[in-house]
């Protein structure tokens, strides 16, 4: 057996000695994810988690959510599993990570994994961008895509998508558009006058923060109550403004 197989079982079996936390076939937990968290909680998922620094931190912070990190790879997983539970060692002194599924799965087959409406929020951090127009249909902000996640996402389902690839941005831009989502608290630059600690940094973002580079970001909103009042909030808060200046105006 090559040196590199052995490596190989060795992560397989790693993930599979830890089926309280690693999910290797999430398939069979549709509509059934709830019973593996223990409780009813929302679910909000990083799709293409990467080593899970973000994931495992949001997990710390926020125990009332439950949070599930997927990557296709077993070796990502095999890494963020041990994140995790370093995390919630050193910060609550925890040896179990009560609210947390790490996923080896592959986002086109989300629908597969969820009934629709199972999931309460996305996650897309620093989402390969596949650059070549002959791979538009790989990014996880394709038309297609989106689909998927509208089908998985609840009545008040959000995603959360921020990437350093300002043509990815551009792209999903058009994409969120043309799939009717309503988009909301853009930015071009997220971090422009300070770190945004409460938006927790992924480890891609940690990097490219540090060598100076902008962040885009959008938050989408599916159902049309929300989307309703999202139009709502906005079109109080413009009539407010218009008040306040007109006091202002009259004043001077
Ligand atoms: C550029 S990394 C970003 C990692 C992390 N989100 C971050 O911000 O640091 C993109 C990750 O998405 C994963 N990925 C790409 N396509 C995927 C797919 N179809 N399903 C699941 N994971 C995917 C890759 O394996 C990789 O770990």
Redesign the pocket.
Known sequence: MSLRLRGRKNIRESLEQQPELVVLDPQTLKGRWHEFFGNDHPIHI??????G??ISRMSVNNPEINYIG????DE?IRRGSEKARALWKSEKNADNVPNLALVR????LLDEMFEPGELERIYL????PWPKAKHAR?R?THPRFLEKYKHVLSEIGEIHF?TDSLTLFEFSLNSFSNTELQMRNISLDLHRTEIREDLVL????TKFVGQGMPIYRLEAVIGKEVQAAHRRKVAEDLEHEMRRVHVKDEEE
């Open positions: 990083e799709c293409g988690m990467g080593k620094q973000f997927m990557d296709i790879y990502l799965g592959n986002v086109e951090n620093f989402s390969d790989r996880l921020k992924t480890e891609y973002e």
